[in-house]
């Protein structure tokens, strides 16, 4: 596995093994200023990253661009042709795949399993919904409020959070997700308790347009604010930034010893990954007008931690795909068989854990690879 | 003397809530550090005790009986369930094992909700149980009492097993060096399957114990997990004694605090954990200490 490879795709936390880890630290830890291959600056930012790095590396990988620009344009297409019920659960289902992303980040490209995104998620919608009732209709300042406000809550639990590693922090995020399920479900007089907050008016995208009625064009506002977030999220993550957090995730002790500090950088993954979610938090409410505390609760979190395994651990693609896969399929099962989503997403989960190490990403790379080597031979 | 008074009885609610957790919490925390596996099913293992003692415990003392024999029974058997389907996935590490749980968990879920209803069931126990105790002059359940008791007697018993017997040396053992073990021709992994199944037994235990405490509902094991998850993280992976202390202080934050100040305990429970992470020098890797 070559270096420039681990730049574009880290090795997966599944099946690829120490060649691709080594690479990525390596690559890093050799250079920390963070040129080897990406434009940085000196004496910059402790994140190396700048504008026109990004957009030089945006460039770079043009393959990837052009498949999030089909994957965008078949999601735009699918809200022309599809029924009003399909364009809600889509739009839901970006919105949940932004919560995905905010998964893929930490768990796959920072290298600490979360199960509490939907903690700085159920922050932004909380914010969003409280702003829209109290008739604040633009949809801009929604996404900028849950977006402030989840960063905040994820940089102040953070503090704590990122202190842990490995099984650790996999328990204690879930603990911060609970317990913000918890206040979610208890504080009633703000987030009306468990029967959640109803009545949220139809969002306004900008000042002075009319505010979104027709379901289609809710989805469109959605997957337009989810494009932006994504664009961003891979620009970042393509930069020296997503190849120090790699670094961070593969080699943690070598990075350390380089003189990054570490606890910076996950802190600042952690809070970014928090904003991403609060993104998320904040369409859910557009979409569907409503948020409750089983919105954000449990089954949420194995719903998006299962997606993120079956798209791969580091593919942000492949974070919408699985939360598309997942979701699809819940909603499809409730009608025959309602009220039967945690067995389903439970033997899934199982499932997937058995038979797809690296998710629909490393089950395409395993074949690809046992491709070459039949090619190779014949 | 008012003062105390006033607090006396959330203070002994506490002490009863946090031996019903530390029972549940320390078969999580041995658990975990024997074989690495985060069991994000223990809560549900609790809950299938819960939902035992509503079933069979019927007021009389043989149903009680019955029902702390069957709820321990299918609480060992869900852990060796757990345990046996771990086992193929050891060489993937830690997370995988967790997810592998955290499914396990929703099956239970489903499969609980399926069987009983999505309403909170209520729980009859035996009417000498029932009565009220006094305590410096005030009413208090004697069912608490006898849990507390019960609970002390447990950890009593558990601490022999581990400091005093052979069984209990081979899974210190299992902690300390496996390696060393396994060249001692005991096979760590059969001391991991071991524990776990124990521990699923103790929580089946807690859960048919405590039932009349933390109740059988579509939250139950949801809640366990959470508070379990608590303690260990505030007593440190892996430790007993930290678990002990740990799960009392969750235990009087979710009595006493819910007196002084209601609806503050998520609060206060998050502050706890904060503080304890933050206080605590941080360690890098993956604490299994």
Redesign the interface.
């Known amino acids: 596995m070559s270096g420039a490879d681990a730049t574009i795709r880290p090795a997966g ?2 099946g690829m093994g120490r060649g691709g880890e080594v690479t990525a630290a390596a690559a890093v830890a050799m250079d920390p200023t963070g040129e080897a291959g990406i434009r940085a600056p000196r004496h910059g930012s402790r994140l190396p990253v700048t504008v026109g790095g990004l957009v030089a590396t945006a460039l770079a990988s043009a393959r990837g661009v052009i498949g999030y620009a089909v994957l965008g344009l078949l999601a735009a297409g699918a809200g022309a042709v599809a029924d009003a019920y399909t364009t809600v659960t889509l739009a839901r289902i970006l919105a949940l795949g932004l919560l995905a992303v905010s998964v893929a980040v930490v768990t796959g490209w920072a290298g600490l ?1 979360s ?1 509490g995104q939907v903690a700085p998620f159920a922050v932004g919608a909380y914010t969003a919904a409280l702003l829209a009732r109290a008739g604040h209709p633009i949809g801009l300042v929604h996404v900028g409020a849950a977006l402030v406000a989840a960063g905040l809550f994820a940089a102040a ?1 953070g ?3 990122v ?6 922090f ?3 995020t ?3 997700g ?2 913000t399920a ?2 979610a479900a ?2 009633t007089s703000l987030t009306g308790g468990s029967d959640g907050l109803a009545g949220i008016p139809a969002t306004r995208p900008v000042w002075g347009v009319p505010a979104l009625t027709d379901d289609r064009h809710v989805y469109w506002y959605v997957l337009a604010v989810t494009a932006l977030v994504v664009a961003v999220t891979v620009a970042v993550l393509r930069s020296a930034a997503g190849l120090l957090l790699t670094g961070v995730r593969d080699h ?2 070598r990075m350390r010893a380089c003189g990054h500090p570490v ?1 910076v950088y996950l802190l600042a993954a952690y809070t970014g990954a928090g904003a991403i979610a609060g993104v998320g938090g904040a369409l859910l409410v557009s979409a569907q007008r409503y948020i409750s505390p089983a919105d954000v ?3 949420v979190a ?1 719903l998006v ?1 299962l997606a993120v ?1 079956v798209g791969g651990t580091t593919s942000i693609g492949g974070a919408f795909v699985g939360a598309g896969l997942i979701v699809g399929t819940r909603d499809w099962l409730a009608g025959p068989w309602p ?5 389903l ?6 499932a ?3 038979l797809l ?1 690296g998710g629909l990403a490393g089950l395409i790379d395993r074949l690809r690879q046992r491709a070459a080597r039949l090619g190779v031979r014949s | 003397m008012g003062l105390v008074d006033a607090y006396l009885i959330p203070v002994v609610d506490g002490l009863a809530y946090g031996l019903l957790l530390f029972t549940v919490a320390a078969g999580l925390t041995v658990a975990f550090s024997v074989g690495g596996v985060l069991n994000l099913a223990h809560g549900s293992l609790y809950a299938l005790g819960v939902y035992t003692a509503a079933t069979l415990s019927d007021g009389t003392w043989t149903g009680l009986g019955l029902a702390v024999g069957v709820g321990t029974l299918a609480g060992a058997a869900g852990g060796g369930v757990l345990a046996a389907g771990v086992a193929p996935l050891a060489g993937r590490g830690h997370l995988a094992q967790a997810l592998f749980t955290f499914g396990a968990a929703l099956v239970v879920a489903d499969g609980l909700t399926s069987l009983f209803g999505p309403d909170e069931l209520p729980v009859t126990i035996p009417a000498g149980l029932g009565a009220s105790a006094m305590i410096a002059g005030h009413r208090y359940p004697a069912y608490r009492l006898a849990v507390i008791a019960a609970a002390v007697v447990l950890a009593g018993a558990c601490w022999l097993v581990a400091a005093r017997t052979r069984v209990g040396a081979r899974v210190r053992a299992a902690v300390d060096d496996p390696q060393m073990l396994a060249c001692l021709g005991v096979n760590p992994r059969m001391v991991q399957a071991g524990v776990l199944a124990a521990a699923g037994g103790l929580a089946g235990l807690a859960g048919v114990l405590g039932a009349p405490i933390i109740g059988p509902g579509p939250g139950t094991a949801d809640a366990v997990l959470l508070l379990s998850l608590l303690v260990v993280v505030l007593g440190g992976l892996g430790r007993v004694l930290g678990a002990l202390v740990a799960a009392f202080v969750v235990g009087l934050i979710q009595t006493l605090g819910v007196t002084l100040a209601a609806g503050w305990a998520p609060f206060l429970l998050f502050a706890a954990m904060a503080a304890v992470l933050v206080a605590r020098p941080a360690r890098t890797a993956g604490g299994t200490a």
Not at chain 1, 163 to 168: I, K
Not at chain 1, 339 to 343: D, I, N, R, S, V
Not at chain 1, 345 to 350: R, S
Request: aromatic content about 6%.
């Open positions: 936390s599944g399993p199960l639990t503090l704590a959070v202190r842990t590693r490995g099984t650790a996999l328990m204690v879930l603990a911060v609970e317990l918890a206040v208890r504080w943690e002790a606890a609760g449990f089954e194995a931690l395994i009220g039967h989503a945690p067995l997403l439970g033997t899934v989960l199982i997937t854990v058995y190490p």
